[in-house]
Every structure is written in C-alpha cells, then in structure tokens.
C-alpha cells in the first residue's frame, strides 16, 4: 500500500464523516467512537461550562451516506452511433 493510501485511509481524520478515518468507518467502528467522544465533551462542558460559548457541544452523531462530489450534477454518457 502507498503510503498516501495508508495515511489517507487509516490515520486522516476526515470531517465530512465526522473525523473518523475511512478505515474506522468501514469497519463500523464509527458508532462506538462518536459515542464516546459524545461523553467526553458532555463531561467537559458539565466540569468547564465557561468554556463552552452554545448550548450543545459538537455534534458527533454518525452521518448517513456520503459522496465525493455531491453538489456536481451527473450527466449521463451518451454511446456514438
């Protein structure tokens, strides 16, 4: 494996799926992890609530499907006669 391909899919935290890896995501463990990193920022904002400027902390439920491009229209390929 590259090691662009092993950074990117292992270690990078991407925030489109809620700074989980890919790897970590396709392994399913994303649930248990934003569970508990829900936790952890609940009890530092009920220790430290100064800190906090809103009335929720981050938001770490999972997210549904994603896409690389979702905004981009797909245009389908017309075959030449």
Known sequence: MLKFE????HEHRHSGIRYVTPSERHGLKD??????R?????LAKSKY????SGRQTRNWT???AVSL????????VQAVA
């Open 6 to 9: 092993q950074f990117y899919n």
């Open 31 to 36: 649930v248990a992890l934003l569970g508990q």
């Open 38 to 42: 829900k936790v952890v920022y609940e």
């Open 49 to 52: 609530p100064e800190r906090w």
């Open 62 to 64: 999972p997210v549904g």
């Open 69 to 76: 491009n979702p905004d981009r229209e797909i245009v389908p």
